[in-house]
């Protein structure tokens, strides 16, 4: 019996590329994926999916080796060159790895190959003219790389085995594709191939690239061995495209390595979602790339991009002038944070713009291009922006915001150039507000900064939640933080503000009186929390406030702070300790869809007939205030009403005006009166000398007599008259005066 080796030279590429702590010339005849013959010489290598993460060694001795698997991996650098002494290699498959560099010419003079899969890599260059040598080769696997230059299609055709032949997604490869009767698969798909209509019918299982006749020439390009191909100092496909030789490609790198803050020199064409076509881009894609970036200030040098999508990330800043870009076909921005004002005249000057889309950046603003001046324009979209325009210039393609005159302008405006602009001590659309440029942010940030635990010059314009305008803070949303401690006791001025949203936090402590100062706010959702103490009872300077989200905190008081929200849709002050009566200013909230006042402590009789003038209500909650009483309005009149409670209160209601959609108390029918009450109006109430609701209960009120306090004869308090109790109060009085007058 032979005895097992335990050195084996052959084996140094495995344990190098398995690494620990083997040494080179370790038999790694029993390594899993590693088969050997009777005499240790390795035929087998299959270490394919195993997370290997290195640069790809050299291959040394192994001359008996015919199968080698390494794909799956994430195998670096380049083929090494001793690949040539693999002679007895028939399967190599090294796909779906990050090798780069150009394929070896000897790869493909080792006779026996029959399988290569090189697919999915960054490998570069041409694909080798000793691809005619591999006479046995069946499977050519090259898909997804790098690969350039004109394709050796005669030698191709030549390999009368060959039935698999992938060469898509290499966006440079150029020449006649290759055609074979016996092709089972083929894919040509995102090449510069060229081919003519007959190849593609004659080869009905290959998938083909876009269309091009390989004899019909370009500009600077001439025939060569009967196919259009680029003159000397240009680069390209003859038949599609000649572009100048120059160094562009670092320029035209610049803006995605801003963008994505990549190194100024790195090469942008191997980023995921840029397509180059010898070496200029043609395409980006990196919409829905979760980006979070400002736009850099310059599209740079991009001649022939034809695709710019960049819509559905969080890309802020203002849009830079596209006019350089001369090929550009379709541009979509959309569903960013782009604000200032749109270079809508660069937009007109590229005329073959067939798609436009800006919509969902609310703060956009400017004149929307002029679609006469687009030759080709399919789809365009505005809508949710402050973009403005006159409905005389709408084309049917397009969706609009809502329609925005650009010369009406507001205060502190003027029209300049067709288009309302703030005066010089104003920035924002003139045609909707001017912001005042003498304040920033820095001082609007204070109160934020407080509720964040940061330092004073922090910057909260960057801060999660926190929506800034022209260095203007409008919108404020930090619900659900975990934010604690004390509420900032003065909000300070942020006059621009407009939503307010510190709901599902642990804030303690009250609302300061200055926030009647936020007179642009339109909601104030402060509901979950632990905030307590009267709230503020003036707020009549938020006319524009249509939310007020209170519910489940302790704040007491009465709610005469109501009165003037004349634009209020949601009132919800619900599990609170407000008390007094519902005013009846109440009535005056026309366009309240929500009234809930539920869980608090509110008393006495309701306002019946204000609360019957809302109506517009579709939710009212007045259920768990004990000491509610009086007639509930008549729900069925209230055509838009979903939901509604009146339980565990002492209300009302009528039989023929319940709704189903509600509930209400038990057995407390307005007209239904108990023992010693009388139906008044439409409701009971308690006879004279009774007190109570008529329709829950009356009692008797006990009345004290004229002539005695008390008639308890056994009490020790006889005779006692109200003269009596008179002269005792008088006399008790004077001896107090005398004893003040004795201490000074």
Sequence with gaps: MKRAATKNEECKFVNLLLGGDREPDD???????????????????????????????????????????????????????????????????????????????????????????????????????????????????????????????????????????TLDNNSDLVGRVPTSARYTECNFENTSLCYETKDKINNSKCKFPKQHDCTTCVKNASKVDGICQCKE?????????????????ENECEFINKLLKRNATNNCCKESGVTCSFGHIKKIALNNYGIKATMPDSFGSMPYIEQLLLNNNEIKGIVPDVSGLKSL??????????????????????????????HSNSELYGRVPNTAVYKTLNLCSFVKTNLCYTKSETDKQCDYPEEKSCTECVENAEVVEDICKCNNNGIGPGYIQCFSANTSSDTECSFVNKLLNKDESNDCCSEDGIECYYDHIISIDLKSKNLSGQFPTSIGSIP????????????????????????????????????????????KKLTNLTELILHNNTFSGEISFIEGLVNLEELHIGGNEFKGNIPTSIGTLTKLKLLNLSENKFNGKIPTDELAKLT????????????????????????????????????????????????????????????????????????????????????????????????????????????????????????????????L
Aim: proline share 4%; with cysteine.
């Design 329 to 358: 076909s379709q541009i979509n921005l959309s569903t960013n944070k782009l604000n200032g004002l749109l270079p809508t005249e660069s937009f007109e000057k590229l005329t073959g713009l067939e798609n436009i889309s800006l």
């Design 496 to 539: 621009y503000l407009t939503t307010l949203d510190l709901s599902l936090n642990q804030l303690t402590g009250s609302i300061p009186k200055d926030i009647n100062e936020l007179t642009s706010l339109t909601a104030l959702k402060l509901n979950n929390n632990q905030l307590s103490g009267d709230f503020p009872s003036d707020l």
């Design 27 to 165: 038999n790694c005849c029993y390594t899993q994926g590693v088969k050997c013959d009777k005499d240790n010489h390795i035929q087998e290598i299959d270490l394919s999916d195993k997370k290997l993460s290195k640069e790809i060694p050299e291959f040394g001795n192994m001359p008996y080796l015919e199968r080698l698997n390494l794909g799956g991996n994430n195998l670096t650098g380049k083929i090494p060159s001793d690949i040539k002494n693999l002679s007895k290699l028939i399967f190599l498959y090294l796909n779906n790895n990050e090798l780069e560099g150009e394929i070896p010419s000897s790869l493909f003079e080792l006779p026996e190959l029959i399988e290569v899969w090189l697919n999915a890599n960054n490998f570069e260059g041409n694909i080798p003219s000793t691809v005619s040598k591999a006479t046995k080769l069946m499977k050519l696997k090259l898909s997804y790389n790098n690969l350039s230059g004109v394709i050796p299609t005669s030698g191709l055709e030549s390999l009368s085995m060959l039935n698999i032949i």
């Design 233 to 249: 100092n240009f680069i390209g496909a003859g038949y599609d495209v000649c572009y100048p030789e120059s160094n562009e490609k």
């Design 616 to 743: 517009n209500l579709e939710y009212i909650y007045l259920d768990k205030n004990a000491d509610l009483s009086g007639k509930i309005p008549d729900t069925t009149k209230l055509q838009l009403l979903k939901g509604c409670s009146f339980v565990n209160t002492k209300l009302c209601n009528l039989k023929d005006s319940s709704n189903e959609i509600c509930t209400y108390p038990e057995n407390q029918i307005c007209n239904s009166c108990k023992e010693n009450a009388t139906v008044v109006g439409d409701v009971c109430e308690c006879n004279e000398n009774y007190s109570g609701l008529g329709y829950i209960n009356c009692e008797k009120v006990e009345t004290v007599g004229d002539n005695e306090l008390n008639t308890d004869t056994n009490s020790g308090f006889e005779g006692f008259s109200s003269m009596n109790v008179k002269s005792l109060f008088r006399l008790t009085y004077l001896t107090i005066i005398v004893i003040i007058l004795g201490m």
